[in-house]
């Protein structure tokens, strides 16, 4: 099946700092692509949705300042939490649509800990 | 906006037994996905269901939509410790016009003793 792949798995980084993530669809293109956050035990929650060539959309409650999205082509877009405080410590999970059979995959994930 | 009830919560199996997990929306659904999930790991795609009364099945694996598009429920015939996992089920929001924004269920996790 398609596959969404994302890099890094996990990483650690100091409060104050920022962090990027990558989303790449690999064997498709991908106009729109959608981040979540998991918290621990909890379902996912839709934080934006990546639009190529355009400004993302955000959800409710979603800080645009601190979570960056960047759709600059049509197999990645990146998610780059900006000056990180252990708060944003979460999983974070991108998924895209296979334009063919309208199914939806998702990456592997993003565990991010902000010390 | 659209809720999902995923039931039951939490199921444990012996080995070999049959299971069912349902979820139930508030809305009708248009689009509903069902995914497995291994804890801090991604989601593994499972089956995605449009159609009212539509059944897909992937190796022990059936998925339906009943007809009234609002309950779809994924059943596992002789289960085997590989099943066991977070299943979660996610639907299309806004009457399939989102092109993938999933509102999703709160995840039933599995156990399959041996």
């Known amino acids: 099946g398609a596959v969404v792949s994302q890099h890094p798995s996990r990483v650690i980084c100091k409060s104050g700092t920022s962090v990027k993530i990558e989303c790449r669809s690999l064997?498709?293109?991908?106009?729109?692509m959608f981040w979540y956050r998991q918290f621990p035990k909890k379902s996912l929650m839709l934080m934006a949705t990546s639009n190529e060539g355009s400004k993302a959309t955000y959800e409710q409650g979603v800080e645009k300042d601190k979570f960056l999205i960047n759709h600059a082509s049509l197999t990645l877009s990146t998610l780059t939490v900006t000056s990180a405080h252990p708060e944003d410590s979460s999983f974070y999970i991108c998924?895209?649509?296979?334009?063919?059979?309208?199914?939806?995959?998702f990456g592997e994930g993003s565990r991010l800990t902000v010390l | 906006s659209q809720e999902l009830e995923q039931s039951p919560q939490s199921l444990i199996v012996q080995e070999g037994k049959n299971l069912t997990i349902n979820c139930t929306s508030s809305k009708t659904l248009y689009g509903l996905y069902w995914y497995k999930q291994k804890y801090g790991e991604g989601l593994i795609f499972l089956m995605m269901l449009q159609k009212g009364g539509e059944e897909k099945s992937h190796e022990k694996i059936t998925a339906k939509l009943d007809e009234k598009k609002q309950q779809s429920s994924l059943h596992i015939t002789a289960s085997q410790p590989s099943h066991a996992g977070i299943y979660l089920c996610?639907?299309?929001?806004?009457?399939?016009?989102?092109?993938?924004?999933?509102?999703f269920g709160q995840g039933t996790i599995l156990t399959v003793h041996p």
């Open positions: 064997d498709f293109q991908a106009t729109t």
């Open positions: 996610g639907a299309d929001d806004a009457g399939g016009t989102s092109y993938g924004k999933l509102t």
């Open positions: 998924s895209a649509r296979f334009p063919h059979t309208g199914e939806l995959f």
